[in-house]
């Protein structure tokens, strides 16, 4: 039993990061520690309306958490995992992984519609430069536009236009109904009033309800554990995407628990570490560290453990999906992260370092930062 004060934790404040955070808490509260968690806003949440690879800082979601811990006001952060740099601060260490969430992606739709069946030119929404590539890779016909925000947040802006658009047909009928459109003639289209129909809703489709629409989308990308450990799944509908295809980001669904390398980083360790979800997220980051890509390449990385080995499969697009380097690899569980540097070399040696050298190009053409603002590498 942990022999010092409460621990006190970071998190980033938003409802699904608070969850992410509560997991751990319970996690360490299940190992008799007692857990304080402190909510620090971030850079990535004070800017909401720019994409993820324009916001000019690497680490927009973590450094101002880490940056608590290493001051010694708090004695660790909780971080979403494929949110944090490759290269943390020497006195910074990833104290634990606990069991990681499930990796891939889901396509989500206002009416269960799977990727193939999307209307031609249809609209999806995500924020990710790795889902767009993937996504105009199986069907270059979509257009795929900018989406940010919580999970909230994205599944309004995904329900609002049909709902909008039931409730104005619905709220037609009631005027019928009463008699106020002079049509004696008029039989039910529903069988409920708009105010019931508005009753039986859940809290998203009344929150959606409300929303402006400001681009219609006809489906939306979203991580699979973020959904989940949101709470949402069970209120929209939702196809999970295969990881052979639309291979995910180095980390995702995982967590992570930094802290200062001291009797702390220990503890924490050694109460709910995963030892096999960190090997795998080892092996997809120090790919991503080789490569050098980061947020502003489209890069998927994903590492399971099968028996004596870690199968790694890594895509590297260009920021159409137009072209790609592409490769799996069976790497000794023993000597894994030795494997995935040769690995990612090879990779690098076979195009992908160019496909991300040109994205870095592309970026930096879009926005240019503010000297003090420089990304410091990720």
């Not at 030119?121 to 925000?149: C, F, I, M, N, Y």
């Not at 080789?290 to 790694?312: D, F, N, S, T, W």
């Not at 030795?338 to 090879?346: C, G, H, K, S, W």
Request: charged fraction near 30%.
């Amino acid at each position: 039993m942990k022999t010092r004060g409460t621990l006190r934790l970071a998190t980033r404040g938003s409802t699904l990061a608070r969850r992410q955070a509560t997991l751990v808490k319970e996690a360490l509260e299940n190992h008799r520690y007692e857990v304080e968690l402190v909510t620090v806003e971030t850079t990535g949440d004070q800017i909401r309306d720019e994409l993820i690879h324009r916001l000019g800082k690497t680490g927009a979601f973590v450094r101002e958490l880490d940056e608590r811990v290493l001051e010694g006001d708090l004695d660790g952060a909780i971080h979403s995992m494929k949110d944090m740099p490759t290269e943390q601060p020497d006195d910074l260490v990833t104290a634990a992984v606990p069991e990681r969430g499930r990796p891939g992606d889901y396509l989500v739709t206002p009416d269960g519609a799977t990727l193939e069946e999307l209307p031609q030119g249809a609209t999806v929404g995500t924020s990710s430069l790795r889902r767009r590539a993937q996504l105009l890779s199986e069907r270059s016909d979509l257009t795929v536009e900018p989406l940010r925000g919580n999970v909230d947040t994205r599944l309004e802006k995904l329900l609002a236009p049909s709902l909008q658009a039931e409730h104005e047909e619905r709220s037609e009928a009631d005027k019928e109904r009463k008699g106020e459109t002079g049509n004696e003639d008029f039989e039910p289209e529903f069988d409920q009033t708009v105010d019931e129909w508005f009753d039986g809703l859940s809290e998203l489709e009344k929150q959606a309800l409300g929303r402006e629409i400001e681009t219609e989308y006809d489906a939306i990308v979203l991580a699979q554990a973020g959904l989940e450990r949101s709470g949402l799944d069970h209120y929209v509908d939702a196809q999970e995407l295969p990881t052979g295809t639309f291979v995910p980001a180095p980390g995702q669904g995982a967590l992570a628990v930094t802290a200062t390398d001291d009797e702390t980083a220990t503890e924490i360790q050694s109460a709910i570490d995963h030892p096999r979800s960190r090997v795998e997220t080892t092996v997809e980051r120090t790919v991503l560290a080789e490569l050098g890509g980061g947020c502003i390449a489209p890069i998927g990385i994903y590492a399971i453990i099968q028996g004596e080995y870690v199968h790694a499969a890594v895509s590297v697009f260009d920021r159409d999906g137009e072209e790609s380097v592409a490769a799996t690899r069976d790497l000794p569980v023993e000597d894994h992260a030795t494997a995935a540097r040769e690995f990612a070399q090879d990779l690098a040696d076979r195009g992908a370092a160019e496909l991300i050298e040109n994205a870095r190009k592309e970026t930096e053409s879009e926005s240019e930062p503010s000297q003090e603002d420089q990304p410091e590498g990720k």
